[in-house]
């Protein structure tokens, strides 16, 4: 094992290092958005709406992510007339698909304060917006800290996806670089480390603000 | 929208689809069966008195599941290249395990969520430690752990896809093939994610009628 190879490609595998933190942040604050957005859709006073949502949680939770950017990246053009570039693409699908599943976390958080709470914050004589806030919100989204960090560590992973589109992040510049000086070993197990670096990271992240701001019971 | 949809080539490119809904199908079950296999080995020994087995078993949770199963397949597949393991072999081995870390997890949790006096009970009766293990705690952590096992199972099934990247001919890649043939891309993805949704559906279905549904017989029995 030589691992010369990495020392003399590392701008360049940082350079997509930088791509794929990049992708993971813009995706993280977009699906954040997207999420409450969906959880809006599908609490609606509308059925119709109501129900496109909930078709929508369902056939991307059941739909493989590297589907989902293909029908964005080569599926949507044709249709919608407009070409994304791969890294768009990938960033859109990335938003779409992750959407779905934290949508789902913001569920099960809200649905984990005690409904006697919310009562009790009404009978009281707030209104509905300020039980949100002051009550509901402040609950749930302390409970909701360990799930969202594991989604978004997943999120972090998936962004790897990108390269089969052709986005340079960290796994399609490895790639590039196998593809130029074939050194596989060398260089799968520096990417597996890179991850594992950035991934576990996020997970201690994730894992101090639970402790930091656990509930005090 | 000038889009004209033609669905007619799916049907018209059945048999490929069946080739890759049969891949696809293999793959999800054979790596379930090794992600199953690795979970509850690594799973049992994360709840080991043993430190250096808890820590080996919590080291392992940790470095699989941090590293994307993109960098598995493609270790194996090209990390590896000169073991020249065919390419279905590699997806195996990727998917049983990266997705048997998540197992694990869910498996150790299980058992922890089986009051120790059970397993007390069991060898205090005269049973050997893994007759306990066998008879009273895993019956009992596998009704628990059921829902999540179906989560995890229906993400294998999906991450399977990942396997048309080093070229297995499952249902993603058929259709990456059917859309250079006939430029309906739409049409083939919507496809497969049907198919998808349909083996997805199936097997975390059967996952929770197995298992779940006797939670509740345990639950009114004691």
Redo the contacts between chains.
């Keep these: 094992m030589n691992f010369a190879v990495v020392w003399r490609n590392l701008p360049y595998l940082l350079q997509g290092l930088g791509v794929t933190l990049q992708t993971a942040a813009l995706v993280i604050l977009g699906g954040t958005v997207f999420g409450v957005a969906l959880g809006v859709v599908r609490t609606s006073r509308i059925p119709l709406l109501r129900q496109v949502a909930i078709a929508y949680i369902e056939a991307i939770r059941g739909t493989p992510l590297l589907v989902v950017l293909f029908v964005v990246y080569f599926g949507l053009p044709p249709i919608i007339g407009y070409k994304f570039t791969a890294y768009q693409a990938s960033v859109i699908g990335f938003i779409l698909f992750i959407g779905a599943y934290i949508v789902e976390d913001y569920r099960s958080g809200l649905a984990s304060v005690p409904r006697g709470q919310i009562e009790a914050g009404l009978a009281s004589g707030l209104t509905v917006g300020q039980v949100l806030c002051c009550i509901t919100l402040p609950q749930a989204i302390r409970r909701m800290i360990p799930t969202l960090f594991n989604q978004f560590v997943r999120l972090l992973k998936f962004t790897s996806v990108a390269s089969v589109i052709g986005v340079t992040e960290l796994t399609g510049a490895a790639l590039a670089v196998n593809a130029r000086e074939f050194q596989p070993i060398e260089i799968i197990l520096t990417l597996a480390v890179s991850y594992f670096v950035v991934c576990y990271a996020l997970s201690l992240v994730g894992r101090w603000l639970n402790t930091r701001y656990a509930i005090q019971t | ?3 004209q949809f033609d669905w007619s080539v799916l049907w018209q490119y059945r048999g490929m689809l069946l080739q890759g809904f049969s891949y696809t199908l293999g793959l999800s079950l054979i790596g379930l069966c090794g992600a199953i296999a690795v979970g509850v080995i690594v799973g049992t020994g994360g709840t080991s008195a043993r430190r250096w087995l808890r820590a080996a078993c919590g080291g392992y949770v ?2 699989c ?7 598995h397949m ?2 194996w597949y ?4 000169a073991l020249k393991l065919p390419s279905f072999w590699c997806a195996i081995l990727a998917l049983a395990i990266y997705s048997g870390a998540y197992v694990a997890e869910v498996v150790r949790a299980g058992i922890q969520s089986v009051p120790r006096g059970q397993e007390a009970a069991g060898l205090a009766s005269g049973l050997t430690r893994r007759q306990a293990l066998l008879y009273i705690v895993y019956p009992q952590a596998l009704r628990m752990v059921a829902p999540s096992m179906a989560g995890i199972f ?1 993400q294998l099934i ?5 396997a ?2 080093i070229s297995v001919a499952e249902l ?1 890649f058929q ?2 093939a059917i ?1 250079g043939i006939t430029f309906r ?2 049409e083939a ?2 496809g ?2 049907v198919a ?2 349909l083996i ?2 199936t097997i975390s279905q059967t996952t929770l009628f197995m298992f779940h549904r006797r939670a509740t017989d345990v639950g009114d029995r004691f």
């Design positions: 929208m000038a889009y940790e470095v599941r941090n590293i994307p199963l993109l960098v493609y270790f090209l990390g590896l290249s229906s999906k991450d399977s896809s990942l048309s990247v993603t259709a990456g859309e891309t739409f993805y919507i497969i994610s998808y949704l997805v559906t």
